[in-house]
């Protein structure tokens, strides 16, 4: 069975590496919003298409080790969290690409405002994938508790962009083009860190064995 | 192996059952925006909490077979299939049910214009769902493709949403708040149809091998 660790090993290896790119990718796109930077914009496509590449080679990889061996309980659980983490992963590069799409519209208008909320959310959204990522490996409960609680931030965030947003466009209509890009920038940052959190869950359930999806109450 | 296909059989059956009630929250949601009806609100809240259960039942089904059985090739792919179509599935109830949570705030206001694209959009995300999960039971690449397709036309329809509620807001502030939400319901059905779209890709990739993802090329 030292082969098949060494497999689940170069796995979790991969899957670190994704969410790597993941977090570059969240960054660049704020980064293109708060500095109006092309280039920044293209290194987010550029991180996407190396995203989507490692999405389809991590979900060949883990359906191979589960035709190959035949895991147990532990192994298999790993297996089928690893599918649906590369999936979660793969979103997030989408919606960095959604958010860059919005950003390239908007550097070429006035600012509406500066940017505080934003990029304090994605701030957190990063490290949401990075600690998700890291509870994984360590197989760390509390640190994936950590995730979940700051979901919560994130949305409080979310509300106050939003309540913000629709005070600028009510009071200069002119501004309703532009704001409504800044809300959905908003609004992709909070599925972000949706997806950590299911990550995050997913790492309870194969760390506890207790699976946390819809009952928000073990959140507490 | 005889009784392996009918536990194979029994998880198609509990996809398909998963995705009737998805197709049925949707519908309700919609309802409950166009006919400002809060018993179909209540409804989609009812419909979601089944969504769950049947979620978790459909995880905990098709990771025991990977692991009770050592299924190959095909099999396994029915299988790790059969866990992204019911992810994706229970997303579209989540969705259904922010779409039904801006329903009801926009309850208690005057309507802002008379609903026409997001019900067909809505439709057509319905129509969507059936046919993926159709595309799956009978192996069928064709009617897959067909999904895609409506992807399109979904698309398509929602940017013409966008652009009218943009002008609304611009020629009139008071309408801000409204045209907000139903611009995140529009965004909401697209997502819906984004999910049924992953669906019908994966049933490609179980019928034709082909891998569809991150080729957009394909899908001309």
């Given at each position: ?7 689940l090993d170069?796995?979790q290896r991969?899957l670190l590496?994704?969410a ?54 532990k192994?298999?659980?790993f297996?089928?969290a690893?599918?649906?983490i ?43 994938v990075r600690n998700s990522l890291d509870a994984l490996v360590k197989r760390d409960a509390d640190l994936a508790r950590t995730v ?51 990550i995050a869950?997913d790492v309870l359930?194969l760390v506890k ?12």
């Amino acid at each position: 069975m030292r082969h098949f660790r060494d497999e689940l090993d170069e796995l979790q290896r991969r899957l670190l590496e994704m969410a790597g790119l993941v977090e570059s990718a969240i960054h660049s796109s704020i980064m293109s919003l708060v500095d109006r930077d092309e280039e920044q914009a293209k290194e987010v496509l550029w991180k996407e298409a190396q995203i989507n590449q490692k999405d389809i080679e991590i979900d060949e990889l883990a359906t191979r080790l589960l035709a190959l061996y035949q895991p147990m309980a532990k192994d298999m659980r790993f297996l089928t969290a690893a599918i649906k983490i590369n999936g979660d992963l793969e979103r997030m590069g989408d919606l960095a690409v959604n958010i860059t799409e919005r950003s390239m519209s908007l550097m070429r208008e006035q600012q509406v405002k500066p940017l505080v909320d934003i990029p304090k959310m994605a701030d957190l959204a990063e490290t949401m994938v990075r600690n998700s990522l890291d509870a994984l490996v360590k197989r760390d409960a509390d640190l994936a508790r950590t995730v979940l609680l700051a979901d919560d931030e994130v949305d409080r965030l979310r509300d106050a962009v939003y309540q913000e947003l629709l005070q600028f466009m009510q009071a200069e209509s002119t501004t309703v083009p532009r704001a409504v890009d800044l809300m959905f920038i908003a609004h992709d940052l909070e599925r972000i860190a949706d997806h950590a959190t299911n990550i995050a869950e997913d790492v309870l359930f194969l760390v506890k064995g207790i699976d946390v999806r819809h009952h928000a109450e073990v959140r507490e």
